[in-house]
């Protein structure tokens, strides 16, 4: 495929040796003339590994070369891929400047172009800049996005250092499209790469780089502050972690991945407590540490604020316990909803099957006897009756009787805090999730 790739930087010289060698015909478009002219020669932009070699052998071979003429590069090709830079402005946004001029200079050419094109954002972005990206292409060509153009995003994974290795081997490959026509030429740009190709939502794939590095930051950011507690300790922390990493049920897995509530339990909160005393007490800062629990406050916080609006409503909570199939209330967050919504006097009735006040003993009989003493009088068995005679429906756990309930119930409200395994129910127009 013809294919033109604007910004010659570390993602840009990389695409074009890469796709190059993968067969395709490659015109890179760089604002910098010294960076045409390196191309033009068959030298690398950048300092990378395998890089030189690429350049020089597919310039040889007549697969790339390079221009400062942005209508040649668009008429002559089917894709263009966008790896402009995307800095920090000083306020620390995003500057998309260079994004949207390279938008006006496409637009300026497509208008007289006949066939369908496709924009490729493989620069790193915030959610919407595709949907501007085509507004500024649509005004100054009169063509429609997704009809006679796509912009679909492509977010680049590569490291710096291993940056071919990872062009080659990326963990998946990600396209945020919206037209068919777009996808298909996407995916057969990558069909030599081994990874899994996911196509998803425009704005999904946009905020996936954010997502992914604010990630590997925090995943740096916690190991050093286990290193500092560990080493305050004399622990070897490099142990202690790849022991860690050797969890691949609960530590490195998707479990625990999911938005939904708050934590809550007797094991998570005593814990996360317990390390942050220690880390005081050996006078070591673990301010990452220190945030979770605030995190935790917040989510209990955005479910109430959600539930405001509900006063003078009747209230139906399903379940009471920190997480379906067991009867624990120790630190549950649903717990702390309803001791919430009745001290500001809203009218709330619970289902639990799991929790049977006369049944609960020791250390859970007292917390629930210290947050919510007149539980009983408010605890219902039949669920149906609830359903029926309810306004508002909160779904607090997970428990599979739930979705056989609500799946058959029309016109209540229902605020769902854990997503509840039923898109018939999440469909439904009077549904609202806590984060999704
Ligand atoms: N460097 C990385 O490891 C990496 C990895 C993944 C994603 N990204 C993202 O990819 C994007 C590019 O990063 P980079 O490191 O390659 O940037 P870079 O600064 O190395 O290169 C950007 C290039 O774009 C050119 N340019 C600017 N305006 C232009 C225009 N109007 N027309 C044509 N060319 C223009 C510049 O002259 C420069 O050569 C950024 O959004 C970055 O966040 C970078």
């Given at each position: 495929?013809?294919?033109?790739i604007?910004?010659?930087?570390?993602?840009?010289c990389?695409?074009?040796?890469?796709?190059?060698k993968?067969?395709?015909?490659?015109?890179?478009?760089?604002?910098?003339?010294?960076k045409v002219?390196?191309?033009?020669?068959?030298?690398?932009?950048i300092v990378?590994n395998?890089?030189?070699?690429i350049?020089?052998e597919q310039h040889?071979a007549?697969r790339?070369?390079?221009?400062?003429?942005?209508?040649q590069?668009?008429?002559?090709?089917?894709?263009s891929?966008?790896?402009?830079?995307?800095p920090?402005?000083?306020k620390?946004?995003?500057?998309?400047?260079?994004?949207?001029k390279?938008?006006?200079?496409?637009?300026?050419?497509?208008?007289?172009?006949?066939?369908?094109?496709?924009?490729?954002?493989?620069?790193?972005?915030?959610?919407?800049t595709c949907?501007?990206?085509s507004r500024?292409?649509?005004e100054?060509?009169g063509?429609k996005?997704n009809i006679?153009?796509?912009?679909?995003d492509?977010?680049?994974f590569l490291?710096?250092?291993?940056?071919v290795?990872?062009?080659?081997?990326?963990?998946?490959t990600l396209?945020?499209?919206?037209?068919?026509q777009a996808t298909?030429?996407m995916?057969s740009?990558y069909d030599?790469?081994?990874?899994e190709?996911?196509?998803t939502d425009?704005k999904v794939?946009?905020i996936?780089k954010?997502?992914?590095?604010?990630y590997?930051?925090?995943?740096?950011?916690f190991?050093n502050?286990?290193?500092?507690v560990?080493?305050?300790?004399?622990?070897?922390?490099?142990?202690v972690m790849?022991i860690f990493?050797?969890?691949k049920?609960?530590?490195?897995?998707?479990?625990?991945?999911?938005?939904?509530?708050a934590?809550?339990g007797?094991?998570?909160?005593?814990?996360?407590?317990g390390?942050?005393?220690?880390?005081h007490d050996?006078?070591?800062?673990v301010?990452?540490?220190?945030?979770?629990?605030?995190?935790?406050?917040y989510?209990?916080?955005?479910?109430?604020?959600m539930?405001?609006?509900?006063?003078?409503?009747?209230?139906?909570v399903?379940g009471?316990?920190?997480?379906?199939?067991?009867?624990d209330?120790?630190n549950?967050?649903s717990v702390e909803?309803?001791?919430?919504?009745?001290?500001?006097?809203?009218?709330?009735?619970i289902?639990?099957k799991?929790?049977?006040?006369?049944?609960l003993t020791?250390?859970?009989?007292d917390?629930?006897?210290s947050?919510?003493p007149?539980?009983s009088?408010?605890?219902?068995?039949?669920l149906?009756k609830l359903v029926?005679?309810?306004?508002?429906i909160?779904i607090s756990?997970?428990?599979?009787?739930?979705?056989?309930?609500?799946?058959n119930?029309?016109?209540?409200?229902?605020i769902d805090?854990?997503?509840?395994n039923?898109?018939?129910?999440i469909?439904?127009?009077?549904?609202?999730?806590i984060?999704?």
């Amino acid at each position: 495929m013809n294919i033109s790739i604007f910004g010659l930087g570390y993602v840009g010289c990389v695409s074009l040796g890469c796709l190059a060698k993968n067969g395709h015909t490659v015109v890179g478009v760089d604002v910098s003339e010294s960076k045409v002219s390196q191309i033009n020669s068959g030298i690398a932009t950048i300092v990378e590994n395998d890089i030189d070699e690429i350049i020089a052998e597919q310039h040889k071979a007549g697969r790339i070369s390079a221009t400062q003429d942005v209508a040649q590069a668009i008429l002559n090709t089917t894709i263009s891929i966008v790896a402009v830079g995307t800095p920090s402005s000083e306020k620390g946004h995003l500057n998309l400047d260079y994004i949207f001029k390279v938008a006006e200079n496409i637009g300026d050419v497509l208008k007289s172009k006949n066939e369908f094109h496709v924009i490729a954002i493989r620069s790193t972005v915030f959610p919407g800049t595709c949907e501007k990206f085509s507004r500024i292409i649509e005004e100054r060509t009169g063509k429609k996005n997704n009809i006679d153009f796509a912009v679909v995003d492509n977010p680049e994974f590569l490291r710096e250092g291993t940056a071919v290795d990872d062009y080659y081997n990326p963990p998946l490959t990600l396209i945020g499209s919206n037209s068919e026509q777009a996808t298909k030429l996407m995916v057969s740009l990558y069909d030599q790469l081994p990874a899994e190709v996911i196509v998803t939502d425009v704005k999904v794939a946009e905020i996936m780089k954010y997502v992914n590095n604010t990630y590997h930051a925090l995943k740096i950011s916690f190991a050093n502050e286990i290193g500092n507690v560990c080493s305050a300790l004399d622990i070897d922390s490099h142990k202690v972690m790849d022991i860690f990493c050797k969890d691949k049920q609960l530590n490195i897995s998707p479990y625990y991945f999911k938005p939904g509530f708050a934590y809550g339990g007797s094991c998570l909160p005593k814990d996360l407590k317990g390390l942050q005393t220690l880390a005081h007490d050996l006078y070591v800062s673990v301010p990452v540490i220190d945030s979770i629990d605030k995190t935790n406050e917040y989510q209990k916080q955005r479910a109430l604020s959600m539930l405001n609006k509900y006063f003078g409503k009747k209230i139906a909570v399903l379940g009471l316990s920190f997480k379906a199939g067991t009867d624990d209330l120790r630190n549950s967050p649903s717990v702390e909803i309803v001791e919430n919504l009745l001290g500001r006097g809203f009218d709330i009735q619970i289902y639990d099957k799991n929790v049977h006040i006369a049944k609960l003993t020791g250390k859970n009989k007292d917390y629930i006897d210290s947050r919510i003493p007149h539980l009983s009088r408010l605890m219902v068995s039949d669920l149906d009756k609830l359903v029926q005679e309810s306004d508002l429906i909160i779904i607090s756990n997970k428990e599979l009787e739930f979705v056989e309930k609500l799946e058959n119930v029309s016109g209540k409200t229902i605020i769902d805090m854990v997503k509840i395994n039923s898109p018939k129910i999440i469909s439904n127009n009077n549904y609202r999730g806590i984060n999704w």
